[in-house]
């Protein structure tokens, strides 16, 4: 992958957008407010309306499983049909983009495949002039990956959520790396060696005891001590899967004769910020995302909805919230939100972040939940 950092203006037409590596790459361009356009490889009559003004191609989609012949040809004829696509449309980009494999180097039928995709996009790329950038990616992960199909990770996410068993069959060391690192270089946001200096080496038996542990203090209502990015990026992961089962903490309180007082978060070892708002009736606060950032709500006073919505779906989730019975609901990363005062009383809310807030990078997109 080239060094380069260089950003071309114009559409960026994507593949793949059903994958984990798709919807991070695509929620990271909605982010940054970068035009882009889904490329459907899998429809026998694939559309090529409006990609004329690409400036920028990347090429996600890919087959993981099934029979030899379908990770081998299979891969080359979803490159074949993207670059086929961008010819028929009469497109011209300056940047063609491949999220590969490091199996592509393995003379197995999907590294082969992955292989022979990268030289299809290459020859492409010569052909129209612009720079090709075959960006390698190892045991990536990330928020809704698909137990049992993406990664380890995610399948241990999964179970740890619901309290199934965790089984480890393996002893081998891998390289893992967050999905938003991922799309990050394949928008060149970062470069090759940044990327690779994100990613983390440790055994499988190792991960399974590090998710063990982020899980075992997180489904207490606490937030567990998050020493390195990535810490805070499998906590986050765990916590899409956590907030499919249990969106909402109960929090401890202590009640007598003068009232209650009621803990709203406990964290181990790390910085963070807490505040409150007040809202008066009718009015909402949010309809944004962070992408890293972890967010605690708390209604302590008043009547509350809370909206959050997946970025880029219809997906959402609504609660119903009172100061009455305070409880934590923590707010997913690529999840948009918002809280809105249905009561007839001033509402107030606390707000908890594990990051102190620094205003040149404010972790927070503007996006309708």
């Known amino acids: ?41 899998r429809s026998s009559l694939p559309t090529h309306v409006g990609l004329a003004a690409t400036a920028e191609a990347i090429h996600v989609s890919g087959i993981t499983r099934g029979p030899d012949a379908a990770l081998r040809e299979g891969n080359v004829d979803l490159a074949q049909r993207f670059v086929r696509t961008l010819d028929d449309a009469g497109a011209r980009p300056l940047r063609v983009v491949h999220a590969n494999s490091v199996q592509a180097s393995q003379p197995t ?45 995610s399948t241990f996410c999964h179970r740890l959520a619901r309290g199934l068993e965790m089984p480890v069959g393996s002893d081998a060391e891998r390289v893992f790396v967050h999905a938003q690192d991922v799309a990050e270089a394949l928008a060149g946001v970062i470069d090759a060696r940044e990327l690779e200096a994100r990613g983390t080496r440790l055994s499988i038996p190792a991960l399974a005891d590090r998710l063990t542990n982020l899980a075992s203090i997180y489904d207490t209502g606490e937030i567990p001590e998050l020493l390195t990015a990535f810490d805070r990026d499998l906590l986050n992961t765990y916590r899409s899967f956590a907030f499919d089962v249990r969106p909402e903490m109960p929090l401890r309180s202590s009640r007598d004769l003068r009232g209650a007082f009621t803990e709203l978060v406990r964290v181990h070892g790390g910085t963070g910020q807490t505040g409150i708002s007040t809202t008066i ?26 909206v959050t919505r997946r970025v880029l779906s219809e997906e959402r989730r609504v609660f119903d919230v009172s100061g009455d019975d305070p409880v934590a609901i923590d707010m ?7 809280i809105t005062n249905i009561g007839h009383e001033p509402l107030i809310t606390a707000f908890w972040t594990d990051d102190l807030f620094d205003p040149t990078r404010p972790d927070t997109y503007q996006d309708i939940a």
């Open 109 to 153: 039928p999907y590294g082969e495949g992955k292989a022979g995709a990268a030289q299809i996009l290459a020859e492409a790329a010569q052909r129209w002039g612009a720079e090709f950038v075959d960006v390698i990616i190892e045991n990536v992960f990330g928020e809704h990956g698909a137990p049992e199909h993406n990664t380890v990770t």
């Open 281 to 306: 009736p009718g009015i909402t606060r949010g309809n944004h995302f962070h992408r890293r950032k972890l967010e605690r709500f708390v209604v302590i006073s008043g009547r509350a909805r809370i």
């Open 1 to 41: 992958m080239s060094g380069t950092r260089a950003r071309h203006s114009g559409l960026v037409a994507v593949s793949g957008r059903g994958g984990l590596v798709g919807w991070h790459l695509r929620a990271l361009l909605h982010a940054l407010g970068r035009p882009f356009q889904d490329v459907d490889l």
């Open 332 to 338: 997913p990363t690529l999840w948009s939100h918002s």
